[in-house]
């Protein structure tokens, strides 16, 4: 008979585990799509993430197979992200069916960059789970649009819809579980009567306008957490008068509460919590972030007092848009030790203004002379209008289905599609031409067959079935 391993041993080894489990206790999303699209190969970025190209993958399908499209000529600067060498183009309705393995929220991001005059021109709207998450969208500069989403089946539908005579395209897509703490269902709205709690946060969908580290570095999905960037507030500041606020960095250790699983570092990473602006008592910090006018937001403030010595130092005022959010805020009462990270989500809605304020306000009454109040990071969130879309209720009929059973009609549209299909083609075949002319001029070494030149637009005409 085989000896069992001693208890002493068991145990030592169990702890082992343990410990390793901990040391890599980086989130690790359930469902996980990383795209590249029109990609020919994977693409790994810094942050060592490999997106996969998006046809032949097997938890995605892509419908209406459309032509992909790379930005690898030779001449040009290499693109600001491995991602942005290839893009996706389709000249007709067409979805990504994206394989949902655990419900609830997601965190979408999907990638533009217009590295070609086609492209720039495209005028496009993308929906996703009925809603129009984008409508008549152009991209004239590499931007990427986040949304945090509730997911209720078991594919997601990302659908493209070109505007009339225009092409849709994209670069890349990310769909990744977001972690259950990262979406609160309460919140404080602030209006004219003053401030409430209100409810149903949950059921939102969010576009992510801001993330802001305040009086810190730029973080990026390489040095923080759910492979999200967060920059400095310095360009947000109004009237900066730099004799009222203080800039603190930290570098000790930011302790997340066990208790409870309503705060981690996903929330935001310690690099948020590690630098704060400060201000004195009897005056304000005030931020001002330019936002589309006729909207709700979702505005996320996180602290963490990593600048007072002992407790019940800070005393101070939130004011969101001028009004008084929070009166007395008591950071201390609020999480019990230091160092320890907090946020407050306040719902405000912002009419013609275009601009949302904020500003923490010192109080008298705080301890220190010093430092009364401080934020850490900042985030802002766009909420959507209505249940059909960010911006509002637009006839764009996101349906794929429907263009099954709409017969004969979707057939003519169907080959104008085919017509404007080719007509691309052809503008692209042209394009190649004119720079391998242009090269030639400049007696620059060409590649003959499929070199490099063969491939800078590169344009994978497949089978179309519409
Ligand atoms: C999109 O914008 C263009 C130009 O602003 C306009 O001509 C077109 O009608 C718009 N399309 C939709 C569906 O709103
Ligand atoms: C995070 O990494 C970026 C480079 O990717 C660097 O510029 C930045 O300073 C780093 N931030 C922190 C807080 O370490
Ligand atoms: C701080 O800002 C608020 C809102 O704009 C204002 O009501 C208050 O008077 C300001 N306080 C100081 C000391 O400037
Ligand atoms: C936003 O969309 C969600 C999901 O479709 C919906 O439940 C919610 O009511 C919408 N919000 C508004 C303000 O219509």
Redesign the pocket.
């Known amino acids: 008979m085989a000896s069992l391993p001693n208890p002493a041993r068991l145990a030592a080894l169990l702890l082992c585990v343990l410990f390793s489990a901990a040391a890599a206790a980086r989130y690790a999303p359930t469902d996980n799509h990383l795209l590249a699209c029109g990609a020919a190969a994977p693409v790994v970025l810094p942050d060592g993430r490999r997106f996969v190209p998006d046809s032949g993958c097997a938890s995605t399908r892509l419908r209406s197979p459309a032509p992909s499209l790379s930005s690898a000529a030779p001449n040009s600067p290499p693109p600001p992200s491995p991602l942005h060498a290839a893009a996706r183009v389709f000249s007709c309705r067409a979805s990504y069916d994206l394989t949902v393995r655990r419900r609830g929220h997601h965190i979408l991001r999907l990638h533009f960059y217009p590295f070609a005059p086609a492209l720039s021109a495209s005028r496009f709207h993308v929906g996703a789970?009925?809603?129009v998450l984008l409508h008549n969208f152009t991209a004239s500069s590499p931007v990427v649009k986040e949304f945090i989403?509730?997911v209720d089946s078991d594919v997601l539908v990302l659908t493209f819809v070109p505007d009339s005579d225009s092409t849709a395209f994209i670069n890349a897509i990310e769909l990744i579980s977001a972690p259950e703490e990262l979406v609160g269902d309460i919140g404080t709205l602030v209006a004219s009567g003053g401030a409430a709690q209100i409810d149903?946060l949950s059921?939102?969908?969010f576009e992510t306008l801001y993330r802001i580290n305040v009086a810190g570095p730029k973080v990026t999905p390489f040095n923080g957490t759910l492979w999200r960037t967060w920059v400095n507030d310095g360009p947000f500041l109004i009237g900066s008068d730099s004799s009222k606020s203080m800039v603190w960095s930290f570098s000790g250790r930011i302790a997340y509460p066990r208790s409870t699983r309503l705060m981690s570092r996903e929330v935001a990473p310690d690099n948020v919590y590690r630098s704060a602006r400060s201000v004195k008592p009897g005056h304000n910090v005030t931020w001002g972030f330019p936002v589309p006018a006729g909207s709700?937001y979702l505005v996320r403030m996180h602290f963490c007092d990593t600048v007072s010595k002992v407790l019940y130092e800070l005393d101070f005022d939130i004011f969101v848009n001028d009004r008084l959010a929070v009166k007395d805020f008591d950071l201390s009462s609020a999480t019990g030790f230091l160092a320890y990270p907090y946020y407050i989500d306040f719902v405000v809605d912002v009419e013609d203004e275009g601009m949302l304020k904020l500003a923490i306000a010192g109080s008298k009454k705080s301890r220190s002379d010093e430092v009364s109040g401080i934020l850490n990071g900042l985030e802002i969130m766009r909420?959507?209008?209505?249940?059909?879309g960010m911006d509002g209720d637009f006839p764009v009929a996101l349906d794929m289905e429907d263009i099954v059973t709409k017969g004969i009609g979707e057939f003519a549209r169907s080959l104008l599609c085919g017509f404007i299909f080719a007509g691309l083609f052809v503008v692209l075949v042209l394009l190649v031409l004119k720079l391998k002319a242009e090269l030639r001029n400049k007696g620059l070494p060409l590649d003959s067959g499929d070199g490099k030149l063969a491939r800078a637009y590169q344009l994978v005409p497949s089978k179309t079935d519409y």
């Open positions: 789970e009925g809603l989403l509730p149903g059921s939102q969908v709700r909420m959507n209008k209505t249940s059909g």
